[in-house]
């Protein structure tokens, strides 16, 4: 099941009462067997799958592991960012979880291994930001946003990443799981779902 999730929505429960509200828990609600195989930060929107059944839950997880779905986002981020020099970037810089601060992560040497490719899709000079592509080659959490940071072009309406400068120009945290490739975990069909930016 791929699912178009809305900002501001936790993926799972949280701790505590006032965070059980959550997608996985809505859909449970109407699909008993529906499981988690992924998440997203609750700022961000955009596409998630969840499995039907043990079975299906069992093989995207395999699938996810072995890097064979894959995602694509779209940020805006602050300041004009230079295109690389090829059609893609790559930002290959360890994350580790700032431990004093959680949730927030830090690039540290002891992290772990993170890449995210990225390309520019638009550059706004009136308002001094460029649109991107964004696909982590990893999962962690956190990633692209932590990753935009360190090449200091913070995504527009990061309340735990972003300036004083570009916290004002968003209402939210401009960043959207916005493509989804994955192999039908029983029929073994290519499946390619997408969703466009609401920003």
Request: with cysteine; net charge positive.
């Amino acid at each position: 099941m791929v699912l178009d999730k809305p900002a501001g929505l936790l993926s799972v429960p949280g701790k505590g009462e006032d965070k059980q509200d959550c997608l996985s828990g809505r859909v449970q609600q109407r699909f008993a067997d529906a499981r988690v195989v992924h998440r997203l930060d609750m700022a961000t929107s955009g596409l998630l799958v969840m499995a039907l059944g043990a079975a299906a839950q069992r093989s995207l997880n395999a699938a996810f592991a072995s890097r064979q779905v894959h995602k694509r986002y779209v940020a805006v981020v602050a300041g004009l960012l230079a295109p690389p020099v090829t059609e893609w970037g790559f930002i290959d810089l360890p994350i580790l979880l700032d431990w004093p601060n959680r949730p927030r992560r830090i690039i540290d040497p002891q992290g772990q291994p993170s890449c995210t490719c990225w390309r520019v899709l638009k550059h706004d000079p009136t308002g001094q930001t460029t649109r991107l592509e964004l696909e982590p080659v990893t999962g962690r959490s956190h990633q692209l946003r932590v990753h935009l940071q360190a090449l200091q072009h913070p995504i527009l309406g990061d309340a735990l990443y972003g300036t004083p400068a570009s916290l004002v120009k968003a209402n939210r945290l401009l960043l959207h799981a916005t493509r989804l490739e994955l192999t039908h975990p029983v029929s073994g069909q290519a499946m390619v779902f997408s969703s466009e930016p609401p920003f």
